[in-house]
């Protein structure tokens, strides 16, 4: 699976929106953009995946470059309930590669 | 749905001591994965089954680890004899049908600490 590299941490304030970056330069055309987060103690979440086009949901948007080689995920509406840290995730879907590996994230902070 | 279930929430034991953390998966759910955190290696996949059958052990640290999966509703990750760098927090999570790879629904963890 291809490696992904996100910066260590950011910071965002309450109600604006939250960009956070990943690099995946390596990506091969059958790996997904997966993203989950962590709060906390609590165990990862997942939020939202994608192939190439960008996807949204009711947690956040995917945003995939034409190339696959970067994604962005953004939560539109920042709160201080989304301070965690953001794992992305590349990984076949499918396709045998069952394991789900984790790097060390982005450690996002909101601020009121 | 009740989501993964984990038991015991935190556990404090004595080195040398046997350690038994348990899972429950979502009903329905085919595959099961134990997962470890530390601050210093970050969450690690130590195993994970299909059908109650192991498919990738290569994660476990040691034979003092073994996980089992008498049925599709139970694991068990045992540690014998526990060792204090075995302090970590353990994680099961399990997932559906096998297209949503990276789909995988956590528990709250184990929090054990070993003195």
């Known amino acids: 699976d291809a490696k992904t590299t996100q910066p260590p941490s950011m910071d965002c304030a309450e109600g604006r929106a939250a960009n956070l970056p990943c690099n995946h330069s390596?990506?091969?055309?059958?790996?997904?953009v997966y993203w989950y987060r962590q709060i906390h103690s609590q165990g990862p979440q997942y939020i939202i995946h994608?192939?190439?086009n960008n996807e949204t949901n009711e947690m956040a948007s995917l945003i995939i470059t034409e190339d696959r080689k970067s994604s962005t995920l953004i939560l539109p509406h920042a709160t201080l309930r989304d301070t965690a840290v953001y794992y992305c995730?590349?990984?076949?879907?499918?396709?045998?590669?069952?394991?789900?590996?984790f790097g060390k994230g982005t450690k996002l902070t909101v601020n009121p | 749905d009740a989501g993964v279930i984990q038991s015991p929430r935190h556990e404090v034991t004595e080195m040398g001591q046997e350690v038994t953390l348990r899972c429950k998966p979502i009903?329905?759910?085919?595959?099961l994965f134990w997962y470890r955190q530390t601050m210093m290696r970050g969450l690690e996949l130590l195993i994970y089954?299909?059908?109650?059958?192991?498919?990738?052990d290569s994660g476990m640290p040691e034979d003092r680890f073994s996980a089992k999966m008498p049925n599709a509703s139970f694991s068990t990750l045992k540690i014998q004899p526990s060792e204090p760098r075995d302090s970590a927090v353990y994680f099961c999570?399990?997932?559906?049908?096998?297209?949503?790879?990276?789909?995988?629904?956590f528990g709250e963890g184990s929090r054990l600490t070993v003195l």
């Open positions: 995730i590349v990984v076949i879907r499918g396709g045998g590669s069952e394991k789900l590996v």
């Open positions: 089954f299909n059908n109650n059958v192991p498919i990738d």
């Open positions: 390596t990506i091969s055309g059958n790996e997904y």
């Open positions: 009903s329905g759910h085919d595959y």
């Open positions: 999570a399990s997932r559906g049908r096998p297209e949503d790879t990276g789909e995988l629904f």
């Open positions: 994608g192939l190439k």
